[in-house]
């Protein structure tokens, strides 16, 4: 069984910066991808980002792709996602994901076996 649990997300003005944290509870944390997701009111979840079991492949979606990074230290289970000069349309709930039989290309979510509980992220403009 696999448990995710997001934090980090709040209020931030345009251009500012958040640093989302997901936390999971699992054994062998370094065989599973790690994914952050996002939905907005009224529109289909979306992939943000992918980092490989790895730790060396990154993959993102091209609307974050220079602002926002993934990154993962298997010594803690944690992967994160910081993100740096928000927009309102950032605006979301943002959602982790672990699959061990996906790669970080894999950007339809319904591919991806666990999920967190999201965590809502609000860009004021």
Not at 63 to 84: E, H, P, W
């Amino acid at each position: 069984q696999v448990q995710l649990v997001e934090s980090g997300g709040g209020l931030v003005q345009a251009g500012g910066s958040l640093r989302l944290s997901c936390a999971a509870s699992v054994r062998a944390f370094n065989t599973y991808t790690m994914g952050w997701f996002r939905q907005a009111p009224g529109k289909e979840r979306e992939f943000v980002a992918a980092v490989s079991w790895s730790v060396t492949n990154t993959y993102y979606a091209d609307s974050v792709k220079g602002r926002f990074t993934i990154s993962r230290d298997n010594a803690k289970n944690t992967v994160y996602l910081q993100m740096n000069s928000l927009k309102p349309e950032d605006t979301a709930v943002y959602y982790c994901a672990a699959d061990r039989n996906v790669g970080i290309t894999t950007i339809r979510g319904g591919l991806w076996h666990y999920w967190g509980q999201g965590t809502q992220v609000t860009v004021s403009s």
